[in-house]
């Protein structure tokens, strides 16, 4: 194939969206767990907002992953790659309402740095499409984690 992006270039492109792809997956299960389990005064507002936050992950997921295949590479999509490639790490037990929203803040900030690191390779190689969802991703984030930290302030 050839679509203008060497080889290698998209190799090293393909390594930094499954880095993603891997933190993605971990932040939307950790939302997804806290969803089911978050308990305490806050349960109706945080219920639903972790509800609207995984369902917006899930769909990311395919982007990122599909995007991985349009470079002509496997997308990773095992537990034990996840866990390999995952900057963020997954939560023990059952954490307080108040620890759920700090975990997810950390989270949040974790992928937006990991999309962020890719920026330097997918300009070199001129990959728009790649910087385009890099963007998109990057505007969620920030913008999830500014909402959940808000939750913490008085
Ligand atoms: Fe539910």
Same mark, same amino acid.
């Given at each position: 194939?050839?679509?203008?992006?060497?080889?290698?270039?998209?190799?090293?492109?393909?390594?930094?969206?499954?880095?993603?792809?891997?933190?993605?997956?971990?932040?939307?299960?950790?939302?997804?767990?806290? $969803?089911?389990?978050?308990?305490?005064?806050?349960?109706?507002?945080? $219920?639903?907002?972790?509800?609207?936050?995984?369902?917006?992950?899930?769909?990311?997921?395919?982007?990122?992953?599909?995007?991985?295949?349009?470079?002509?590479?496997?997308?990773?999509?095992?537990?034990?790659?996840?866990?390999?490639?995952?900057?963020?790490?997954?939560?023990?037990?059952?954490?307080?309402?108040?620890?759920?929203?700090?975990?997810?803040?950390?989270?949040?900030?974790?992928?937006?740095?990991?999309?962020?690191?890719?920026?330097?390779?997918?300009?070199?190689?001129?990959?728009?499409?790649?910087?385009?969802?890099?963007?998109?991703?990057?505007?969620?984030?920030?913008?999830?984690?500014?909402?959940?930290?808000?939750?913490?302030?008085?």
């Amino acid at each position: 194939m050839d679509m203008g992006i060497n080889k290698k270039d998209r190799e090293k492109i393909t390594q930094g969206l499954s880095r993603l792809l891997a933190d993605s997956y971990t932040l939307y299960m950790m939302t997804h767990n806290f $969803h089911w389990n978050v308990k305490g005064p806050m349960f109706n507002t945080l $219920h639903t907002m972790f509800m609207q936050q995984y369902t917006e992950q899930w769909n990311a997921l395919d982007l990122i992953a599909e995007r991985i295949r349009a470079l002509d590479f496997p997308a990773p999509a095992t537990y034990k790659e996840f866990v390999k490639l995952a900057s963020i790490k997954e939560v023990d037990g059952v954490p307080k309402a108040i620890d759920m929203i700090r975990h997810l803040v950390s989270a949040q900030e974790a992928t937006a740095r990991t999309a962020r690191e890719l920026f330097p390779v997918v300009d070199k190689a001129n990959d728009q499409p790649t910087a385009d969802l890099l963007t998109q991703r990057l505007e969620v984030h920030e913008k999830t984690a500014w909402m959940l930290r808000s939750l913490l302030e008085d």
